[in-house]
């Protein structure tokens, strides 16, 4: 296992897991979401393939009121 | 009468931009989106909270609004063109409300960053519509870079002071030909009507909305508001004088 940080939480994780992986684990919403991996985006269409490393630091947001 | 509003070569009917920001219900934004008649309305990335409802671009959808992504919360270039990245990945839009904040207490934008950001995301290929103050010198800065509008502040974000300053809103318009859209600071509606009687092509607003008691019928004060404001505006309304103008002609009158 390795450990990567979620939205500043620690998440003990598979290794070799991808981002698509992980939210499909957090079930998020099927649009509107967007990833960063230690401060850079990674584009939806690489998630399939972007795998985890220990230590990462993961951020996932999603739409919400504003502006 | 033509007048088509275009905003990063798209027409848009209403002059109306509501954010989505202050709501207390997605049923009550739904509700007050639709009596406002927008047609473009601003949404916020933070992080996934599995206790914030979900469903907001539902709402979104069956208004059938475009999304325009904001930067809110960003206090550097790099955060608002990192995020303004992240909004393009999540709505598949490039356009963004752009915001960099310099000041916690007024929310005012930080002129140095927010050219830095502008300039990036241009290049980056976004449609940028940055909050701006009211300098229009700065607003000529962000127009010259390519933005697609300038958005200056007629006084702090969630005030509702109104414009503090209309004369430099009129310099903004005089000096930049991309759209004008006034962004923070309205109130009520009267403040709406004023800012495109000022010339602004369009008015931004969210708290004067959301946070009113019926935001549904402060929504439908805003759009006629800003029908009637833009109406003036093409008028050619008559000059302040200091005394009386008799409208009854003299002419004519009976002595007695």
Not at chain 2, 120 to 128: H, S
Not at chain 2, 193 to 209: I, K, N
Not at chain 2, 232 to 249: E, F, K, N, Y
Request: with cysteine; proline share 5%.
């Amino acid at each position: 296992m390795i450990t990567v940080v979620v939205n500043d939480t620690p998440r003990p994780t598979r290794r070799g897991e991808t981002i698509a992986d992980l939210l499909a684990v957090l079930d998020v919403p099927s649009r509107g979401v967007a990833v960063a991996v230690n401060g850079e985006v990674v584009r939806r269409a690489d998630w399939p393939a972007h795998r985890l490393l220990d230590g990462d630091r993961v951020e996932v947001l999603t739409a919400t009121q504003g502006g | 009468m033509d007048d088509r509003f275009l905003l990063g070569g798209v027409e848009f009917g209403s002059r109306l931009i509501l954010g989505t920001g202050g709501a207390s219900s997605l049923q009550s934004l739904e509700q007050a989106l639709l009596a406002g008649g927008t047609e473009l309305v601003t949404v916020a990335l933070r992080r996934i909270d599995p206790n914030t409802p979900a469903g907001l671009l539902d709402v979104l959808e069956r208004c059938g609004v475009r999304l325009l992504p904001n930067t809110a919360g960003c206090y550097t270039a790099a955060d608002a063109v990192r995020t303004a990245h992240l909004a393009r990945d999540a709505f598949d839009t490039d356009w963004i409300k752009l915001e960099v904040i310099g000041d916690e207490r007024t929310l005012l934008p930080d002129a140095v960053e927010l050219l830095r950001a502008a300039e990036r995301l241009v290049d980056d290929g976004f449609t940028v519509l940055p909050y701006t103050t009211d300098d229009p010198v700065l607003a000529r800065r962000l127009a010259d870079l390519g933005c697609a509008a300038v958005m200056p502040a007629g006084a702090p974000i969630g005030s509702g002071l109104g414009i503090s300053n209309p004369h430099h809103i009129e310099l903004i318009r005089e000096a930049v030909r991309c759209p004008v859209i006034l962004d923070a600071g309205i109130g009520t509606a009267s403040d709406a009507a004023r800012a495109m009687e000022l010339g602004c092509d369009a008015v931004l607003l969210a708290s004067a909305v959301t946070r009113a008691a019926d935001p549904v019928a402060m929504a439908g004060a805003m759009r006629h508001a800003v029908v009637a404001g833009r109406l003036a505006s093409q008028a050619g309304r008559i000059p302040v004088r200091r005394h009386a103008l008799a409208s009854t002609a003299a002419e004519g009158l009976p002595a007695w």
